[in-house]
């Protein structure tokens, strides 16, 4: 059984990096550029601290009950078995799902050399409102994170693996989004930024390297989104796979093709391209925040009934819940003056993963299986 466990580190670390890059950089950058301005590296740095507190939760969680269902285990044992606990991982399910489709419609450094200091300049700041509108929408850029905790049975020393993988990747992601989103906006004014909303990045190459570096930086926005592709798949694969063996999801999820439970996968995949081709970019980016600041503070409240098992900090936990539901309450807050229609998709999904766990119990009297103890 342990040489099959086979994840180390810095390959749990690339799970964890490579699900948060290619949604910040290449996916929702022009968007939040587009609300903060020349400040979204700050909003970068916010969307990071209150990401580094649910990291500490998930590390203590996953320690306890390492399980390739990642939250879907920590939701079950911090709520038990019931519609909550169900809906909530359904919702997991859909935000990986809404991830991807972010991956799917998106297609630094030397630009530091290339700065152009007057646009960085604290003068054309947007208010702090703007600033706090960009951070509830970056939330989603970290997203990513949570995936390292759908590893944990394939580690080989996932007690001292996952903790350090969670943070790392964190902190890794939060100096490579300050770097780039630092050296898009000292490069591109707001207009240019806002007009190449979809691939900023890209942009930004041309006034020091051209059409030729942009199109180097097309390249790796393909490779970047590919990788976080994948690193979702893995985690939305496990967690329907979980789901549908833990019994909130019908059972043909759970079959195996070659030998393989994969039908999670494909069944994501589909729904994936189903969401990709319904929503454009900004309106799914601000559906995937809501929805992980959603989960994550679920999370964090099932782990305040468990921190004596855990070992953990109950003011830290306390702290991640309320960082979560304020940068949730912001991102409300802007919807409801910006896009009341994103709010309105958003209550369709959580009645559709609350009321498809209701119906499915109600109709087939399945409940979990027997938890085996640890």
Same mark, same amino acid.
């Given at each position: 059984m342990s040489s099959k466990k086979s994840m180390g580190l810095w390959a749990a670390i690339s799970v964890g990096v490579g699900g948060m890059i290619g949604a910040g950089i290449f996916s929702i950058l022009g968007t939040a550029c587009q609300i903060a301005g020349n400040a979204v590296y700050i909003s970068f740095i916010l969307a990071g601290a209150v990401t580094l507190l649910s990291a500490y939760s998930?590390?203590?969680?996953?320690?306890?009950?390492?399980?390739?269902?990642?939250?879907?285990?920590?939701?079950?044992?911090?709520?038990?078995?019931?519609?909550?606990?169900?809906?909530?991982?359904? &919702?997991?399910?859909?935000?990986?799902?809404?991830?991807?489709?972010?991956?799917?419609?998106?297609?630094?450094?030397?630009?530091?050399?290339?700065?152009?200091?007057q646009l960085l300049s604290t003068i054309y700041f947007p208010s702090l409102n703007n600033i706090f509108y960009a951070t509830a929408v970056l939330f989603?850029?970290?997203?990513?994170?949570? &995936?390292?905790?759908?590893?944990?049975?394939?580690?080989?020393?996932?007690?001292?693996?996952?903790?350090?993988?969670?943070?790392?990747?964190?902190?890794?992601?939060?100096?490579?989004?300050?770097?780039?989103?630092?050296?898009?906006?000292?490069? &591109?004014?707001?207009?240019?930024?806002?007009?190449?909303?979809d691939y900023a990045l890209a942009e930004a190459v041309k006034p020091f390297l051209g059409l030729i570096g942009?199109?180097?930086?097309?390249?790796?926005?393909?490779?970047?989104?590919?990788?976080?592709?994948?690193?979702?798949?893995?985690?939305?694969?496990?967690?329907?796979?979980?789901?549908?063996?833990?019994?909130?999801?019908?059972?043909?999820?759970?079959?195996?093709?070659?030998?393989?439970?994969?039908?999670?996968?494909?069944?994501?995949?589909?729904?994936?391209?189903?969401?990709?081709?319904?929503?454009?970019?900004?309106?799914?980016?601000?559906?995937?925040s809501a929805s992980f600041l959603l989960i994550y503070t679920a999370v964090n409240i099932g782990h305040l009934r468990l921190y004596k098992?855990?070992?953990?900090?109950?003011?830290?936990?306390?702290l991640s819940i309320l960082g979560s539901l304020s940068v949730f309450i912001v991102l409300i807050y802007y919807l409801l003056n910006h896009s009341t229609l994103t709010i309105v998709i958003l209550s369709i999904v959580l009645l559709l993963s609350f009321g498809a766990e209701l119906i499915y119990?109600?109709?087939?009297?399945?409940?979990?299986k027997k938890r085996r103890c640890e």
């Open positions: 998930y590390a203590k969680l996953g320690v306890k009950y390492p399980s390739m269902g990642g939250p879907v285990e920590f939701l079950v044992r911090g709520f038990g078995d019931g519609i909550f606990s169900g809906g909530i991982s359904i &919702l997991l399910w859909i935000g990986y799902i809404i991830a991807l489709a972010l991956y799917a419609r998106a297609f630094a450094a030397l630009g530091f050399f290339f700065i152009k200091p989603l850029a970290y997203e990513g994170f949570g &995936l390292i905790t759908n590893t944990a049975e394939d580690m080989k020393d996932p007690a001292n693996t996952l903790p350090k993988a969670l943070y790392l990747s964190v902190i890794i992601v939060i100096a490579i989004y300050i770097a780039v989103s630092t050296a898009v906006v000292g490069n &591109l004014s707001l207009p240019e930024i806002i007009k190449a909303q942009f199109k180097i930086m097309a390249v790796a926005a393909l490779f970047s989104t590919s990788s976080a592709i994948n690193a979702t798949l893995y985690g939305g694969a496990n967690v329907s796979y979980m789901i549908a063996k833990e019994g909130e999801l019908p059972e043909f999820f759970e079959r195996k093709v070659w030998g393989k439970g994969i039908e999670g996968l494909f069944i994501t995949a589909g729904l994936v391209i189903l969401f990709a081709n319904l929503f454009d970019i900004s309106k799914i980016a601000m559906l995937g098992e855990t070992g953990a900090n109950p003011v830290l936990i306390w119990r109600r109709a087939t009297k399945r409940s979990l």
